[in-house]
């Protein structure tokens, strides 16, 4: 992936940043919806299909909005998201989940790390970007669900506690990975510079601290330790 000149320095510079942060964001969502609707497959009831089953529809739907938007701006999605298939495909193909209940997992921490990170980045951007990133990334309801299921999974037999607590911090390492060498391809960290505040590396420090109290949060209440 060749290293993009973003600076940020001019609005021009800010709006490549945007459009870098838009199609990142329509990969991940698209991605998302192919995962959730594999998961729906293997469900383990027909309750539990149709849950993953709708969230997958809204999954897709928040790709189409993205989508939009970029082709609105008289853009080729198609070379806006490129870029970011191949590092993205590769870390899925690295955390390739064992079981359903490990899908499960990986949805909550992957996708919780996601929002968390487009938010942090976002905020550096303008309104706009803000607005819609606010707007895709609000899935509490989903957030919500996978927490429930996986606590009942739990609950019914506790040994899976400790496998799923490994995988999941597994799973933080390569968001993580992910996140920084996105952030440094696309030089997002200019975008946390762009309003005054720190020098880049205490910006960065700043936000994997977030990402990772974030995480340790949402990891304690399934009652585990991150």
Do not use: C
């Not at 490990?102 to 942090?120: C, H, M, N, P, R």
């Not at 706009?128 to 009942?152: F, H, M, N, P, Y």
């Not at 440094?184 to 994997?208: I, S």
């Amino acid at each position: 992936m060749t290293k993009s000149p973003l600076t940020f320095g001019s609005a021009a510079a800010a709006e490549d940043a945007e459009l870098a942060l838009l199609g990142l964001i329509a990969y991940q969502e698209l991605t998302s919806f192919e995962h959730l609707s594999s998961d729906a497959r293997l469900s383990p009831t027909l309750v539990d299909r149709e849950t993953l089953g709708r969230f997958a529809v809204t999954e897709f739907g928040h790709f189409e909005m993205v989508r939009e938007l970029i082709a609105d701006r008289g853009l080729d999605p198609q070379e806006v998201i490129e870029p970011f298939m191949a590092s993205l495909d590769e870390m899925h193909r690295r955390t390739k989940p064992g079981d359903w209940y490990e899908s499960l997992t990986k949805a909550y921490v992957i996708d919780g790390v996601a929002a968390d990170f487009y938010a942090l980045i976002a905020s550096g951007l303008e309104p706009a970007a803000r607005s819609l990133v606010e707007e895709v990334k609000t899935a509490q309801g989903i957030t919500d669900w996978l927490r429930e299921r996986l606590q009942l999974a739990i609950a019914d037999h506790p040994e899976r506690a400790s496998r799923l607590a490994l995988w999941g911090r597994r799973l933080l390492g390569e968001a993580l990975t992910q996140a920084r060498e996105i952030g440094e391809t696309y030089d997002f960290w200019g975008a946390l510079q762009a309003e005054g505040r720190n020098d880049r590396g205490q910006e960065m420090t700043a936000l994997f601290a977030r990402l990772v109290e974030n995480h340790s949060r949402r990891m304690r209440q399934l009652g585990m330790t991150a």
